[in-house]
């Protein structure tokens, strides 16, 4: 009998500490640089609806963004990235920091925004399905 639950042990322990093995690990989506699927969904204020599809997406960023030059992002203290076991899905979210320098005011932004991104393997990629953003508050100096 004691056998029997040391070895039930052992391979539930295993089961739990074995590592993730498809595209969308922890890793990839930290390491970033992940394409965008063909059919993603993404929203940002800026955009004014959604922007369904990768051309969609850039040409909303475009007419959007294209002002903004000095661009930089980083991720707050409560970014936390969840893959599934097997790799085949994974969510991030958290707060980012960003900030850029505007070339129609001149002035410099900054602001914190909410972020969630979905990321599904497509094959032995994994690509970003979904991402959406908003702005917490803007600093204009």
């Not at 960003?98 to 002035?107: A, E, F, I, L, M």
């Not at 410099?108 to 959406?132: E, I, P, R």
């Amino acid at each position: 009998m004691r056998l029997a639950l040391a070895l039930l042990f052992c391979l539930a322990f295993a089961a739990f500490t074995q590592g993730q093995t498809g595209p969308c690990t922890e890793k990839a989506v930290k390491d970033g640089n992940l394409p965008r699927a063909d059919d993603a969904f993404a929203f940002m204020p800026a955009y004014g609806k959604p922007a369904k599809g990768k051309a969609a997406e850039d040409k909303a960023a475009e007419t959007s963004f294209a002002d903004r030059i000095n661009r930089k992002f980083e991720w707050d203290k409560d970014h936390r990235i969840v893959a599934s076991p097997s790799g085949d899905m994974a969510y991030e979210h958290g707060t980012m920091h960003v900030s850029y320098d505007d070339k129609k005011d001149g002035k410099h932004h900054s602001f914190d925004a909410v972020m969630l991104n979905v990321y599904k393997a497509k094959g032995a990629v994994c690509q970003q399905v979904a991402g959406t953003m908003h702005p917490l508050e803007d600093t204009v100096k």
